[in-house]
């Protein structure tokens, strides 16, 4: 038994794993653990680790795996090596069309968790205005946001091409992303201290966010299940949430107390008169749904 | 009126369009570019209000003082509702200001009818105009046509925007001559046409290599049908929205069950929303486009409604029982989708995975597949059903919801108008 200690990012395990298979150790020998160090802010380049030795794998998997990678369990380095082996010294090199396989299994619900917390980051981060760059003329701005897994670097290339006309960084607890127009780059984890809190358009979202719900179809679990609360804190429109549900029975009561209004005859209104023109007999008979007969 | 109150009245007036998809639109980004957006991935919903809907764009009328009288409508001019309108300007820099803190992905913008059809397209599309012209916006514009608009209007508002619509509102005309009487179901069907034209000839496959590409326009569609407003059942809806699929190939038809309004109107007396039979009908509408069933598979003659304590493939499949037990090792793939409780996904795994190995039901456990529901539909390596159990007459009831303690609730199962979400959704 041999223990591997990496640094927990994707390369570091690649050159890993290569070395291990190129020993040919079976993936029941080797311990993975995490070096308790943060990792560098640079992924390590590749070295000169022997990789014409390494067997083809599907591209598929190395997809997979950067994807894993990310995830915040510590198994998964050694579920990652033995489908790894199984592929290329298993002798099942279709492994990964074997969804209901346990190690396949495993490996995609990670990846799905990893896929819904960038997803999630897309859809949460909140940028605030903090200025304008006096050489550039561009508007800077900063966000904060706390992702389940390290998943900055995945996330960042989608604000990357989103957001390429205006300055921004996203600072998270364990790394933060910058965009000058130029080159996206990556620092440190910082203290949710760093961000700024508002934004002076946060009014003017909360009034749109109060005025699109619907009090008359209240969903609060739908709601729920894809705005957990947990994102909650950093949401400039997630202090609304609990008066809106209060105040909802009491809205719709009140529309259903409401005197119905009698229809007002049509203005004088020549486009409305071309209408009624278009409508008048002699016109094709409208296309009815086939009734059943 | 300040603009917070403008956009408190106009996105209220805005709500009760169901339509939130931010996806399908053609790649583009902002790269290289001189503004903001992106486009082409999956459609991301940047909030969710209490009622479950996601919110994806800034979704707002340019006025809603209008001409028509929809009974249906908060916005009809039979209304009280307090009117507003944005200027141009206004509605362009509610979108920029909104996209860079990234509470959106683009605008959806509808208006109501003022002064004549093309008047207020030409309105709608000076917005969407500036957006792309002045401030090279990149992200997502979804615009709402009138059908009376002229073909040229709408040529235009399609070259701006990644998708247009046309919201049907009732599956018949004699609906819409009662309670729309503006609106008429041909003309609406024949602006449809047109705008599938337009959408063929940009990005269909037909065009030579050699002939000039055709001028930019939106990739998609989609539409709107009112649940509960009329007498319409079920069968009638869903017929009407497979023809649109059919003949117009929609990429969306929406179904937003008629929910009380405020000032409502004497001709359509408001009822508690049928929430759940809006569920059934996105359910059945997912069986049409994603599991191969025929629109007349799907209601009976003589039960033109959807089940309401069962899901419409259930429901098939108890009419169906003779088909069954399908063999998960085995069945093809139309059968399997037809298995209730098997989604398109696990259909997927499930014919992958059984290339190289004999499926035991622990497979379909890992694959979340749900056991109890499907148990009496398959056949694996180490499970057949006991006979009765598709033969007893009681097998309905076993499937029935428990009665409810408390007040109804459907949320856990209520599909997600995003394109992501429903894709999750369709797994039924």
Redesign the interface.
């Known amino acids: 038994m041999r223990t591997v200690v990496i640094q927990p990012v994707f390369e570091e395990w690649r050159k890993s794993a290569r070395e291990l298979l190129a020993l040919r150790v079976p993936p029941d020998e080797v311990l993975w653990s995490d070096d308790a160090q943060e990792p560098g802010l640079f992924a390590p380049t590749d070295d000169a680790s022997p990789r014409a030795a390494v067997p083809k794998v599907p591209p598929a998997f190395l997809d997979l795996a950067r994807s894993v990678a990310a995830h915040c369990d510590a198994r998964r380095w050694g579920v990652l090596y033995r489908v790894l082996w199984r592929l290329t010294h298993g002798g099942e090199s279709h492994l990964l069309a074997v969804a209901t396989d346990v190690d396949v299994r495993q490996l995609q619900q990670w990846c799905k968790a990893i896929g819904r917390d960038i997803h999630k980051m897309h859809a949460f981060v909140r940028f605030r205005l903090v200025g304008r760059d006096e050489a550039t003329g561009r508007e800077q701005f900063v966000a904060w946001f706390e992702p389940g897994h390290r998943i900055v670097h995945l996330a960042a290339g989608f604000f990357e091409k989103r957001f390429a006309g205006m300055d921004w960084s996203v600072l998270t607890p364990h790394e933060c992303a910058h965009w000058d127009g130029n080159v996206l780059h990556f620092t440190p984890g910082v203290p949710r201290s760093a961000a700024p809190d508002d934004d002076a358009l946060d009014d003017l979202w909360r009034t749109y966010y109060r005025s699109i719900f619907n009090p008359a179809r209240l969903k609060v679990r739908a709601m729920q299940s894809e705005m957990p609360k947990k994102y909650w804190k950093n949401l400039p429109e997630a202090p609304l949430i609990a008066e809106l549900i209060a105040e909802s029975s009491g809205r719709v009561e009140k529309m259903l107390r409401t005197g119905l209004r009698p229809p007002k005859p049509a203005p004088n209104n020549a486009y409305l008169d071309s209408l009624r023109d278009l409508d008048a007999p002699g016109q094709p008979p409208p296309d009815e749904p086939p009734q059943t007969p | 009126m300040d ?2 109150h403008k ?3 106009l ?2 007036a ?3 369009d169901a339509s939130c998809a931010s996806s399908g639109a053609a790649r583009k ?10 486009t082409g ?2 459609g ?12 994806s764009l ?2 707002v009328l340019l006025t809603n003082a209008c ?1 028509y ?1 929809c ?1 249906y409508c908060i916005n009809r ?4 509702v307090q009117r507003a309108r944005f200027t141009p300007d206004e509605v362009v820099r ?1 979108t920029l ?2 996209y ?4 959106i992905e683009g605008l959806f913008l509808s208006s109501g ?1 003022i ?3 093309d008047h207020t397209m030409e309105l709608v599309i000076a917005v969407a105009r500036m957006l792309r012209e002045e401030h ?1 916006f990149r ?1 997502y514009i979804h615009l709402k046509t009138i059908p ?1 608009a002229s073909t040229a209007l709408i040529e235009m508002a399609g070259r701006y925007a990644d998708r247009i619509s046309i919201n049907i509102e009732l ?3 004699q609906g819409l001559a009662r309670l729309a009487p ?1 609106k ?4 609406t ?1 024949a602006a449809m046409g047109h705008i599938r034209g337009k959408i063929d000839e940009r990005h269909g496959e037909k065009r030579k290599p050699d002939a000039p590409k055709p001028p930019p326009f939106a990739t998609g569609q989609s539409t709107q049908m009112l649940v509960g407003a009329d007498d319409s059942t079920d ?2 809806i869903l ?2 929205a497979d ?1 649109l699929y059919s003949d117009y190939r929609l990429r969306r038809v929406y179904y937003s ?1 008629f ?9 359509l ?2 009822r ?2 049928p ?1 759940v039979r809006e569920h059934r009908l996105y359910q059945a509408d997912w069986l049409l486009r994603f599991y191969g069933f025929k629109v007349d598979e799907i209601t009976t ?1 003589a039960a ?1 409604n959807l089940d309401l304590d069962l899901d419409p493939k259930l429901a098939w499949a108890l009419r169906n029982r003779a088909i069954f037990p399908a063999d998960v090792n085995k069945a093809s793939r139309e059968i399997l989708l037809r298995v209730p409780g098997l989604g398109v996904r696990n259909v997927e ?2 014919l ?2 059984r ?3 004999r ?1 035991r039901l622990a ?2 456990l ?2 979340r597949v749900p056991m109890k529901k499907v148990l009496p539909f398959i056949i694996a390596a180490d499970h057949t059903p006991a006979r009765l159990g598709l033969d007893d007459e009681s097998l309905r009831a076993r499937f029935l919801p428990p009665p409810r303690q408390e007040e109804l ?1 459907f ?2 199962s ?1 599909p ?1 108008r995003g394109d ?2 429903s894709v999750r959704s369709g797994e039924l």
């Open positions: 603009l917070q956009l408190e009245i996105a209220d805005a709500k009760y980004d902002s790269r290289g570019g001189a503004g903001v957006g992106s991935g999956a991301i919903c940047h909030s969710y209000a209490p009622d479950g809907r996601c919110i800034l979704k001409l009288d009974h001019r039979s209304s009280n509610l200001d909104f860079k803190r990234n509470y009818i002064r004549s059809a090279h992200g009376e599956p018949t005309q503006e008429n179901l041909a003309r069907q069968a009638v017929r009407r023809l069950g929910s009380p309004i405020p000032d409502p109107s004497s001709l007396p408001i508690p929303p929430l003659d033109p795994r499930i992958g995975a290339r190289y190995t499926l497979d379909l890992r694959l609730d949320d856990a209520q997600v992501i979400g």
